[in-house]
């Protein structure tokens, strides 16, 4: 991984890139969205709809807070993660430092460069994103590569602690980004885009929603570092919901 994510991360205390394993996890761990069941469109079937990203891996889609989980999401960062694994733990900063890791691993799905994912995402998510961006069109990859700058609204779907038998911990935090692709450059000439932009079909394909979701272990006398598992691109006009 280079050197600036290490620098940006490090400093924030949330290290997503220092090349560690966890062959332990329990693969019965895996945190299951209880959102509604959404599909995604087939895009294979038209030429028109190569603009159109599918979705990279099997995960529910998540758009959107749960207040229910918001509360809890708090209660285990304030009341558990802080006094018991890391008191420098800050949901705000882990916040700030996952754009930049959305950043990289996008950048590197664009470009297929898959190795350099290795010490930042987990080697099945590896695998899995490697077989998804090989089915997709050039035009579609090129929709991957996502600045942190153009993300507008990001908040942790939810926060879990978890326990084993054998007394290993770990915390895993599911995150939800919106993103309007250029909104960088539209900050820098002044021509900012209406508040609907949901509504507005000229916006339609540049707005992304991405789920990522991120594992570390803290188990006492383990040096680990946040690990992506889950990544998901779409985009929210393309769900079908039943």
């Known amino acids: 991984m280079n050197l600036a994510v290490r620098q940006v991360l490090t400093r924030q205390t949330f290290r997503l890139c220092d090349k560690v394993t966890y062959k332990c996890l329990p693969k019965h761990l895996a945190v299951t969205s209880t959102n509604n069941v959404t599909q995604f469109r087939n895009y294979s079937q038209d030429t028109s709809d190569t603009k159109k990203l599918p979705q990279l891996m099997e995960f529910p889609p998540i758009v959107w807070p749960s207040f229910i989980k ?29 754009k930049h890791a959305v950043q990289v691993v996008s950048d590197a799905l664009q470009r297929s460069d898959f190795k350099s994912l290795e010490g930042i995402v987990e080697k099945d998510a590896i695998a899995a994103l490697k077989t998804a961006v090989s089915k997709l ?16 609204y990001a908040f942790p779907y939810q926060v879990g602690v978890m326990f084993d038998d054998a007394d290993k911990r770990w915390v895993e935090i599911t995150m939800c980004y919106h993103v309007l692709k250029g909104l960088k450059h ?14 507005q079909p000229e916006y339609q394909d540049k707005v992304f929603i991405l789920n990522y979701r991120f594992i570390r272990e803290f188990t006492k006398g383990v040096e680990d570092s946040w690990w992506v598992n889950i ?12």
């Open 70 to 98: 918001f509360i809890k999401n708090w209660m285990f960062a304030n009341f558990i993660i802080r006094p018991y694994f890391e008191q420098e733990f800050s949901l705000g900063e882990f916040i700030e430092a996952s």
């Open 137 to 152: 069109s050039v035009s579609q990859r090129q929709l991957l590569a996502i600045e942190k700058e153009d993300i507008f």
């Open 186 to 199: 539209m900050q820098e000439t002044g021509d900012l885009p209406p508040i609907s932009i949901g509504t």
């Open 231 to 242: 990544v998901n691109h779409f985009q929210p006009h393309s769900l079908i919901r039943k």
